[in-house]
């Protein structure tokens, strides 16, 4: 089973490629850049190419076998 964290965010949405480096997935921005065009990045399931991807409360964010479930 894969590891499973809760997110929460205080804003309507954030981009992806901002939250993964705001959870620290990644160092910089070109790197999220890297693994977003890599296909290693879903979103509800869906890999997820677009790095300006909103991201709302109740998406579900896979990458590393890891899920964040944003609240």
Known sequence: MKNIEKVKISTE?????QFLKWLAVVDSGSEAKEVILNGEVKVNG?????????IYPEY????????????
Request: aromatic share 12%; net charge positive; proline share 0%.
């Open 60 to 71: 579900k964010v896979e990458v590393f076998d890891k899920i964040y479930v944003v609240e």
């Open 13 to 17: 949405f954030i981009k992806l490629d």
């Open 46 to 54: 869906d890999v997820e190419k677009r790095r300006g991807r909103k």
